[in-house]
């Protein structure tokens, strides 16, 4: 039972890219679904989820219509579109699978972790 999450790298500012987060062993179906990141030296925070079925998602203010998170339950895949990238989303973008259909901003509220997607945004 794991997460996978790819599609990290290095990219310059104002660029686009899509991080991506597969399940194993483990159905999103019923699940709501997050991203979070940890910027070096600092803690992880919330970046975006999205309830089961796709129709209800949530961000962070700081990425709040720049970033689109998405999920494909066929593919059991989550992913999370990044655009006008700025340096200070540089970080690991973690996955997170939600103990409920509905999830938020509180880490608790998830049960199953990726290992992480390293984002470096260069000025």
């Known amino acids: 039972v794991q997460l996978q999450a790819s599609g990290g790298g290095l990219v310059q500012a104002g660029d686009s890219l899509r991080v991506s987060c597969v399940g194993s062993?483990?159905?999103?179906?019923?699940?709501?679904m997050g991203w979070f990141r940890q910027a070096p030296g600092k803690e992880r925070v919330y970046v975006a989820s999205?309830?089961?079925?796709?129709?209800?998602?949530r961000y962070a203010d700081s990425v709040r219509g720049r970033f689109t998170i998405s999920r494909d339950d066929a593919k059991n895949t989550v992913y999370l579109q990044m655009n006008s990238l700025k340096p200070e989303d540089t970080a690991v973008y973690y996955c997170?699978?939600?103990?409920?259909?509905?999830?938020?901003?509180?880490?608790?509220?998830?049960?199953?972790w990726g290992q992480g997607t390293l984002v470096t945004v260069s000025s």
């Open positions: 999205v309830d089961w079925g796709g129709n209800f998602a």
């Open positions: 062993g483990v159905s999103f179906s019923n699940h709501g």
């Open positions: 997170a699978k939600g103990r409920s259909r509905r999830v938020g901003l509180r880490i608790y509220e998830y049960d199953l």
